[in-house]
């Protein structure tokens, strides 16, 4: 089933004259959602308009009452959208008659932080329930379960029932049945908010690598920056309703413009660190600079001390990636001499605060 699924899906379209046509696989253009409240009407997405690449892994960041939640469930038509479209290789969802949108929705897995598995059901049924209700014969849907259990790696428990699960095993249950009606698009809503750290990373290397296996689409939507490091190519991040900022992951780190984008990215010891006066300036090393002994080799050309108030390392996209806050000498001939040669190391340099 899987072949056949990446055969029709996964091959670029082609124009007229022979030429590779590209198209965002998901384009979200000027979307709003209202609920009705006693008080009147609450906007819950306000004009959001988003572009999903086929086969990336993008990321949709906000913190709690931003709008995540109801945004992937728009993207699915779960939510009807008060206004504005949602484009799935080019075909507007939000105008389908049910029977044909119910048709589609089989080609977007979902998988959730408390992963509502069956718990009546073991693994295997649990794999094999989408099938049935789309009327995939049972023996067919037995042995591609299986296959999608051993894909997830772990095909030793087709026959334990949820309650015999560890969390990171349910949630590995949760991705293949995501994965059983050939999803070509993956939605996480919060998928690992309910793990530990360690678990966390092995069920977000799993995605990574489904996504890399399978060139499958995958929307993370979290409230947590450390996960859209570790596996997102692009983020957007949603604040009161609406997306202030996307790109790279790594650009986003870097240099982020908006202020909901510097509270995701600065931890606390690091916003404490960019209210100290005087001459304190944030410092980003990419992934080629990182383990450069760069300060030291600032101090030893300027001959000058500076007082580091903050240092982070981060895991993005496989490279690493630094920030540090430092608080620069008095002397304005000194600190100038101290920018100049960071700058001339192309590190990103921002005053802190």
Not at 10 to 19: A, N
Not at 71 to 82: D, F, G, H, M, Y
Not at 169 to 185: F, G
Request: with cysteine; hydrophobic share 40%; glycine share 8%.
């Amino acid at each position: 089933m899987r072949r056949a699924f990446c055969a029709a899906y996964f091959c670029p379209k082609v124009g007229k004259g022979g030429e590779i046509v590209s198209q965002p696989l998901i384009q979200i253009e000027h979307l709003s959602k209202d609920f009705p409240s006693a008080s009147g009407r609450i906007t819950a997405l306000d004009d959001v308009s988003l572009s999903i690449e086929q086969g990336e892994i993008f990321g949709i960041i906000g913190m709690s009452g931003a709008g995540k939640s109801t945004l992937v469930r728009c993207i699915n038509i779960l939510e009807q959208p008060t206004s504005g479209s949602v484009l799935l290789d080019g075909r507007d969802l939000t105008k389908l008659p049910k029977w044909e949108l119910y048709r589609v929705r089989r080609s977007i897995g979902m998988i959730f932080q408390q992963f509502n598995l069956l718990m009546q059901r073991t693994a295997l049924q649990n794999v094999c329930f989408p099938m049935e209700l789309a009327g995939v014969e049972k023996g067919l849907a037995a042995k591609h379960a299986q296959e999608l259990l051993e894909l997830v790696g772990i095909s030793d428990k087709a026959g334990a029932y949820p309650a015999q699960l560890s969390g990171g095993q349910r949630q590995r249950v949760a991705i293949a049945r995501a994965l059983a009606t050939d999803a070509k698009v993956l939605l996480c809503d919060e998928a690992t908010s309910a793990l530990d750290p360690a678990t966390t990373r092995d069920v977000l290397a799993l995605l990574k690598d489904l996504n890399e296996r399978l060139g499958i689409t995958i929307v993370v939507i979290t409230h947590e920056m450390r996960v859209i490091e570790q596996i997102c190519h692009r983020v957007a991040i949603l604040d009161n309703s609406r997306v202030v900022e996307t790109g790279r992951v790594r650009d986003v780190f870097a240099n982020p413009k908006s202020a909901a984008a510097r509270r995701l990215i600065y931890p606390d010891d690091a916003e404490q660190a960019n209210e100290v006066k005087g001459r304190a300036y944030r410092v980003v090393f990419d992934g080629s600079s990182s383990f450069e002994p760069v300060i030291a080799n600032m101090v030893l050309e300027v001959s000058q001390p500076v007082n580091i108030l903050f240092a982070d390392t981060k895991d993005i996209q496989g490279q690493a990636y630094g920030q540090m806050v430092i608080q620069l000498p008095e002397s304005t001939e000194a600190a100038g001499r101290m920018l100049s040669y960071l700058r001339s190391r192309g590190l990103t340099v921002e005053e802190a605060g």
